[in-house]
């Protein structure tokens, strides 16, 4: 057992959490972007198949404390780097500092590759190439102070990264955060699900392969930890092997994606067959204000423009008409609204039951949900006349 780390998007660490559980994580605990949990290589492998709301999975390899950039330099090169991977794979590294030692996290990066690359050197005669774009091996060095800790990123790419997206949206929701939203509405993958401003179809899609109790990063053909020493390929080809034979439940839920552009249609089309889910998502081109649901009740996910793409002066007035359709057209339904712009989604004009911060890439973002009901909720109190009590 080793006490790793899964790095997440702001706002997921609980949602992360319990997927880690889930998948048989020891001692997990939510931290700042982040959950650490205690398992082993197979567990690695697994958390990188399973997990929907990681973005990478850190092995920690070796500690140690410096007091100078050459006692940094020095205790690097002496680490034996071969026993975690061939001098043949390329690599990059990945520096994060919080030290008076190290002020450049570019000269701190450039430091370290300069110490792996001296060791191979003296060891074998000749240098790992460095791979900036789509390294096999990714080193990650956290320094807090004079202690600094070394990692693998056992993921490579980003586990965003599900690898069905052929066709993509302006500003397109990270699939992570996708992801964790419909885990956050709480979705029981039985009730009907729509996404009437699908763009590129990530809601639905994530959706679909949830319903379908399809690993997210199944699609996915290289991991970092295939490149590592201690590889388990046979562990690996029957985890991946038991993925793909994993069966739905009995029933299966409605997912319907629609949008009223050409182009989102287009690219979303392409995603949900990507993702084997076409026949599964029901896709059609409707005007989200123009259009009811088939069902009195389910969830439904939006992620209306921020104003910043749609660049109008009825931005306003087309949130206050999100909140009117909500209103009159989805009564019984569970609505969650994502939004940068608290001004905005106050122009819905309903109050909601549910508020988390989440991160859009770099955009803070407020996670909103709502129960929609017909007419009022206010519950009018019978007058009590006091000359008849």
Known sequence: MTTLTAKTLSGLEDVLAAELKDLGAHNVKPKRRAVQFDGDDLLIYKSNLWCRSALSILKPVYKFTFESQQEYYDILRAYPWEELFAVDKTISINALAFSS?????????????????????????????????????????????????????????????????????????????????????????????????????????????????????????????????????????????????????????????????????DAARQNIMEAGLLGRVRLEKKDFFASKPRHNNGTLVLNPPYGRRLQSPDISEYYQKIGATFKHNYPGFEAWVISPDKALTHKIGLKHTHRQTVFNGQIECQLLGYKLYQGTKRVRRKRIDPTKQ
């Open 101 to 265: 030692v190290f002020s450049n996290t570019h000269f701190l990066a450039q430091r370290t590759k300069d110490a792996i690359a001296d060791y191979f050197i003296d060891k074998a005669g000749k240098r790992p190439d460095v791979d900036l774009d789509d390294p096999q091996v990714k080193v990650n060095i956290f320094i807090q102070q004079n202690q600094c800790t070394v990692s693998l990123d056992s993921s490579g790419a980003p586990l965003f990264k599900r690898g069905y997206r052929r066709k993509s949206t302006t500003a397109p929701l990270n699939e992570v955060l996708a992801a964790g939203i419909i885990m956050i509405s709480g979705w029981d993958k039985q009730q009907p699900l729509y996404d009437p401003m699908c763009g590129s179809g990530t809601f639905s899609i994530e959706a679909g392969m949830m319903a379908m109790n399809m690993a997210p990063a199944i699609f996915r053909k290289n991991f970092s930890f295939m490149h590592w020493n201690s590889f388990d390929a046979q562990g690996w080809d029957q985890m991946r092997e038991s993925a793909a034979a994993e069966t739905p439940g009995q029933s299966l839920p409605e997912i319907f994606a629609s949008d009223i552009s050409n182009l989102s249609m």
